[in-house]
């Protein structure tokens, strides 16, 4: 059972973590922001009241000495103010009724786990004063300690477990003192009144002070716990005057009335708000009780001083104007504060706090009670230190491998020490620690800091991955056979082999290869590698600038698109680009979307036809079958392997967020490969694309889980150009589900410059969209400028329109497009998103 | 492809005396003017009558003709001399396989006709064919595409199988007439010429039959239904064509390869290069960085920086309260 505060809180947190898009993408991998596992005993040092209340139901006030053991870490056991003599004419009465500084001690304390702080909503306080702190300044002034009630009436409701009870034995509908019940017999309650002494009322369950008793009808309770229940209550503050009754029932149970009058100070029109967090406390001076009256209107005054100084010296509450002047509407229509306004003024700050992600704040004091002014004094959380722990496999703390530095520069400012702590920024420092991808656990855990009262410690476990990984998976693949049982496709297993070695030197540097083939007992058929090494923080780890450069040796085999015959062209023989090479680059990021890449590639491009054998032109099925090898020539040298470096670039800005799930903004890509003159036939080009993406928000929506989406208007153009050497395998292609959908893969065309422009319209319905687009694709006269002109030698337009309309099905598209060129239409389904 | 060895043009002697002595004149005519070699290029459609026409002008059979196939493959080149004077004719494949246009066939004859020089092109089709079509067009295209749109300034349209009976209704006259418009309409689409330039030189058209049935007149020559004297009106036309102060088309590997596109602006790649640098790569990192400062930060990290006290706000007020620190 979490009794203190904060746990209750933090509980919440991270019972709220399983739905953040981190761990929902990481299921391996389970983050958390934990509570705080060590429960600390907290006492509140009470205040004393020179002067009690003449309120018989008040405890004596017991004198501050009576603190605790432990020093308390948010205690408020300073003596704030009381206000009295501000002027003349109510001084003797100030100091009799006001007498002590009115302060609302917000206790934080608890006792063994028994209570409940689960009673606030935001677990504003457990509280406990535990049995021995609460002393309660009785009268108009007294200081007020009403949260200590919980604790303690917990406590009693804890064993109420028991079946029996006992009849009262009386007659019916009697009033009995509480004093005159037996202590021998179990109550059993079956009703609780309140009755509100100053408006003769009964009060409701729906009021404030309902949820202070730990009385609940049904159970059953000795007269003990009853008195202790009392007790409580009149020790904590809120009431002036409190009395317990029973009235006996006709079927044996008792119903419980309670009357009480509220605590109430002299009405207040200016609210303040400050951060006690770290301040030191000040020490009660002792008050001794053979002071003059004289003696003791200085003690008085100096305790005024000191907490105007105090108050002077604290910090202004992050609370915004908006609640300052709500607080204040509360006061003004309140008129007298009385100790229900405070709860509500506590309640109305502590939920600002807890909804804006102000975890750690609480509500500790109200002081300055009977001036015109409330101060309200809270701990914010102010951070006081970050730590970060590695922790091994069974959860010891361990030394880890990953330099601290890596992890550091992934913290959001706002978890260093000096900021207020607020769980977002320990969201945001959890997801920005998971992009590492190094650690298999994160923890993020606020805790308080006993040394330093009101502080927060943010500490930050860590269990890290394995350094190395190695991998072995083999398969076969199975394809329909005769009579469409399956069969294997071959006897020989394909597979991968893969083997990852991450975090060098603690970095985060990793080298990685992969080699796939689909014949692991003839791995030269076909084989496809790739072995890269990453090493981010090219600038240094200390550096802001985030650069990451990048080594990898590839290879790949792609069919290629510019030997595809056009609409009523016979199956064209295929033409398959494998490429191997190398690759280098450095990659900047700018933002988390936005970055800018740079490098050199130097490839080897063969051409093979469907035989696997190097062919140098396209071909074309002729009309007496046979096959004219005359068409456009494949590669630059005209040999059918080409080699070459150049340079490339990439750079990407993209600011699209997404809204109730559909995304919204713009993205913007150049990329720019730039041909040096090193390699076969010396080829020297500029090819450019620019890709502009516009994804325009046509209704403002309410942004929260759960609403739906707003429709959404996709604009989309597409440039590429190219100047110089440009062989077949790099021209672009026009037609396909990523350029002009309802066509084939290069069914329009392949050519020099290009020019693509779409248009979507996005409506969502229900959980998922419909869409509606249109495109267009031209090769702007281009085609001829590509050698052989493939376009032409494979009968093809050139350029093409589409339109269609369709449904998003989860991952895929299904949707109807109609081919503008020959006016026809079909139904495709499509993976994944075509912007 | 070694030069075919030149022999004396003897097929001239098989002509009528009165072809003879025209087509003597003619080639007087044009020593006269300096020129003493003539290449004729022979193109068209496959089957309609390139080789025949070919015979027909020399007077021998030089090229296999048969009816019912296309026997040439590759192009044929037959060079006569008489009197000082060499005639170069060239016959070449049909030009159409399987509906379209053979570009391989179109290679062959560009290579190899490499290092020579056109002085005529004669384009032959049917006179008997009564419709023009998209084909026709494509062929004309490839032609110019080819050789470039100067070789129609050279170029004369030949229209075989001459000696018909029109349909009902047509005389003979109109009946050429409306064909060779027809076709030279499309010859301008093809080519792309504009009417203008053709009406400062009009593609002259000429008719031929090469059939043995052809009808003779009085002197022996064959004549067509108009009354014309076919081989030296070819000729003579030939050699208008010539005399019409255009250049003959030299075919160097240039012409054959086409204009290269990998050349074309390579030499302005540098400046492009900084364009793109200073132009689009600085532009779209500027807007990064303005997408930086404007991107909105969450209350929390405002708060934090000591911003937002003055405008903070409940959840929503939060559009609000950034258009404000925006200003």
Known sequence: MASCGHSSLLNAVSASLPSCPISASLPSCPTSISLPSSRRRRVVASLSTPFSSSSSSFETPQTPSKTTTHTPPNTTSKTPLKTASKTLHTLSKTIFTSSVAAALVLQLSQGDGTGDGGLFPGGSGGNGGGGGGGGGGGGDGGFFNFFSRFFCSRAIAKDEESPEWDSHGLPANIVVQLNKLSPFKRYKVSEILFFDLRRRTTVGTEDSFFEMVSLRPGAIYTKSQLQKELESLANCGMFEKVDLEGKTKPDGTIGVTISFTESTWQSADAFRCINVGLMPQSKPIEMDPDMTDREKMEYFRSQEKDYRRRIDRARDCLIPTPVRREVLQMLREQGKVSARLLQRIRDRVQKWYHDEGYACAQVVNFGNLNTREVVCEVVEGDITQLVVQFQDKLGNVCEGNTQLPVVWRELPRQLQKGHVFNIEAGKQALRNINSLALFSNIEVNPRQDEKNEGGIIVEIKLKELEQKTAEVSTEWSIVPGRQGRPTLASIHPGGTVSFEHRNIKGLNRSILGNVTSSNLLNPQDDLSFKLEYVHPYLDGVTNLRNRTFRASCFNSRKLSPVFTGGPGVDEVPAIWIDRVGFKANITECFTRQSKFAYGLVMEEITTRDETSSICTSGSRALPSGGLSMDGPPTTLSGTGVDRMAFLQANITRDNTKFVNGTIIGERNVFQLDQGLGIGSNFPFFNRHQLTLTRFIQLKNVEEAAGKPPPPVLVLHGHYGGCVGDLPSYDAFTLGGPYSVRGYNMGELGACRNILELAAELRIPVRNTHIYAFAEHGNDLGSSKDVKGNPTEFFRRVGHGSSYGAGVKLGLVRAEYAVDHNAGTGAVFFRFGERF | ?327
């Not at chain 2, 459609?45 to 590759?74: C, D, H, P, W, Y």
């Not at chain 2, 689409?189 to 049935?213: C, F, M, T, Y």
């Not at chain 2, 050699?239 to 030499?267: A, C, H, M, W, Y």
Request: hydrophobic share 40%; charged share 25%; net charge positive.
């Open chain 2, 1 to 327: 492809m070694a030069a075919p060895p030149l022999r004396e043009w003897t097929g001239i002697q098989q002509f009528p005396p009165a072809t003879q002595t025209k087509l003597l004149d003619l080639l007087g005519k044009l020593k006269q003017e300096n020129v003493s070699t003539m290449t004729i290029l022979v193109m068209g459609k496959g089957g309609v009558g390139k080789s025949s026409t070919v015979n027909s002008i020399l007077g021998e059979r030089v090229a296999a003709v048969s009816a019912f196939q296309s026997e040439a493959l590759r192009p044929i080149m037959c060079s006569r001399s008489r009197a000082g004077f060499t005639l170069n004719i060239i016959d070449t494949p049909g030009l159409v396989e399987g509906g379209y246009v053979n570009e391989y066939a179109m290679e062959i004859v560009k290579r190899f006709l490499l290092n020579r020089t056109i002085d005529v092109l004669l384009y032959v089709d049917r006179l008997d064919a009564y419709r023009v079509d998209n084909l026709d067009r494509q062929v004309i295209k490839a032609i110019t595409d080819g050789f470039g749109k100067g070789i129609w300034r050279r170029g004369l349209v030949v229209l075989t199988h001459a000696q018909l009976s029109p349909p009902d209704g047509l005389s003979y006259e109109e009946f050429c007439s409306k064909r060779s418009e027809a076709l030279l309409k499309v010859v301008r689409l093809g080519a792309k010429i504009k009417k203008k330039e053709l009406q400062d030189s009009g593609i002259p058209v000429v008719l031929v039959e090469n059939s043995g049935r052809c009808h003779t007149n009085d002197s022996g020559e064959k004549v067509l239904p108009n009354g014309t004297a076919w081989i030296p009106n070819l000729v003579m036309t030939i050699t208008e064509v010539i005399s019409n102060g255009s250049k003959p088309i030299v075919v160097d590997q240039k012409l054959i390869d086409g204009p290269n596109p990998n050349e074309r602006g390579k030499f302005f790649i540098p400046l492009i290069l900084a364009f793109q640098y200073f132009f689009v790569v600085k532009r779209i990192q500027r807007a990064i960085k303005e997408d930086i400062a404007r991107e909105p930060k969450p209350l929390w990290e405002l708060r934090d920086m000591g911003l937002a006290n003055r405008y903070l706000s409940s959840p929503h007020w939060r559009g609000s309260s950034f258009r404000l620190l925006q200003r």
